[in-house]
């Protein structure tokens, strides 16, 4: 169910005016409707690069405000206490939400070692299970008190603003990971150039996100719109968006499947920033 709080700064965001109606990938400006929630919310396809995405927009800025302040996932926003985190720790996150080992064991098979950047990383338990596993690793989260809590309480190193993270050294990282994390931004248009200038040439990127193959079907949408599209989820990737989108940006794609309704994809930055584009 949408929540009171949502649905009215939609109807508001409705009723002010001239809505940004842009793609949030390559700003295009005609996308076709494939359904609704709510009434008011719609699952939107650019009809230029393909992406789906959910209308109305936010702002940038409403959006940081959300995940500053509003954002609440379970063990993924909720910072343990004291006892809490001792054992999770003490366990390494196994049996939890958060145990990342089946995702490491993937990462291994590709960079066994080197520099890591988890990018939207919250409070830092992936931050922390990627060091134990022995990579060289920094963690990016917009949300300061969950940044200052992983740096705070698990000793990792975490970078919490926007500006630094654009002024990292160029082909800085083995590897980029991001896991349920690009279908929450407001605006994905820098995101791909990003992660290539940070990355080495030869660099794995590795995405996680929910699979939203099929929802541009009247039975995919139906199928798939609890999750696709909402307060939350901003975005909805499919496997043509990715594959497509990575190959524009010189990455050579390895992996890209259906695994229990997550879509995830290793890439490998093919070529070194000086003779791409
Ligand atoms: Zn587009």
Redesign the pocket.
């Known amino acids: 169910m949408a929540n009171i709080k949502y649905l009215t700064k939609v109807v508001t965001t409705y009723l002010s005016g001239p809505m940004d109606e842009t793609?949030p990938?390559?700003?295009?400006t005609q996308a076709e409707v494939l359904g609704n929630k709510y009434f008011l919310v719609q699952l939107r396809k650019?009809q230029?690069?393909?992406?789906m995405f959910r209308f109305p927009k936010e702002k940038p800025e409403e959006n940081l405000r959300f995940y500053q302040f509003d954002y609440k996932e379970g063990l993924t926003t909720d910072l343990p206490s004291n006892l809490e985190l001792k054992n999770l720790l003490e366990r390494q996150f196994k049996n939890t939400t958060k145990d990342f080992s089946g995702k490491i064991d993937l990462l291994k098979s590709y960079v066994p070692k080197g520099k890591l950047l988890d990018f939207g990383c919250s409070w830092g338990y992936g931050v922390w299970q990627f060091q134990q596993a022995g990579y060289d690793t920094i963690g990016f989260e917009i949300s300061q008190p969950r940044a200052e809590f992983g740096s705070k309480y698990l000793g990792v190193d975490i970078i919490n603003r926007l500006e630094e993270i654009n002024n990292l050294a160029k082909e800085s990282f083995d590897v980029i990971f991001t896991s349920h994390v690009l279908e929450h931004l407001p605006d994905i248009s820098n995101v791909f150039e990003l992660f290539y200038k940070l990355l080495k040439t030869g660099g794995i990127l590795a995405i996680f996100v929910p699979n939203c193959d099929g929802c541009n079907t009247l039975s995919g949408f139906k199928k798939k719109k609890s999750f696709a599209f909402g307060e939350k989820h901003t975005i909805a990737y499919d496997s043509s968006f990715l594959s497509q989108t990575l190959e524009n940006h010189k990455f050579s794609v390895h992996l890209l499947k259906d695994h229990h309704s997550e879509l995830q994809v290793i890439a490998k930055k093919i070529m070194n920033l000086n003779e791409a584009f």
């Open positions: 793609c990938f390559c700003h295009h650019c230029n690069c393909g992406l």
